[in-house]
Nanobody
Framework: QVQLVESGGGLVQPGGSLRLSCAASGSIFRVGFMGWYRQAPGKQRELVARISSDSDTDYAESVKGRFTISRNNAENMVDLQMNSLKCDDTAVYYC??????????????WGQGTQVTVSS
């Protein structure tokens, strides 16, 4: 059983920073893309940033220059450093990872979500 566990959400004022972390655990053979999505109330879930196993990155236009995604392949972890946060960044943030378990087929995995609230 593969599991993604997120941490690091919370309440921050506009202009502040937060760091989200996600760790994949379980019987893992390979981890491909890892990333972060977010869903604000009344909106669809959207990609925030993703990173390949070779550390190639993609970012949503709305977060470029403010957010940085990184990963630790040895620990199967992915982080999202969020700076210059805006009220529009308020959402539930979900970790996502493309994982091939040992003795099972590759599948997409999701974390339980962590709330990020940007408010004065």
């Amino acid at each position: 059983q593969v599991q993604l566990v997120e941490s690091g959400g919370g309440l921050v004022q506009p202009g502040g920073s937060l760091r989200l972390s996600c760790a994949a655990s379980g019987s893992i053979f390979r981890v491909g893309f890892m990333g972060w999505y977010r869903q604000a109330p009344g909106k669809q879930r959207e990609l925030v940033a993703r990173i390949s196993s070779d550390s190639d990155t993609d970012y949503a236009e709305s977060v470029k220059g403010r957010f940085t995604i990184s990963r630790n392949n040895a620990e199967n972890m992915v982080d999202l450093q969020m700076n210059s946060l805006k009220c529009d960044d308020t959402a539930v943030y979900y970790c996502n990872a493309d994982i091939t378990p040992r003795f099972a087929s590759r599948r997409e995995n999701w974390g339980q979500g962590t709330q990020v609230t940007v408010s004065s």
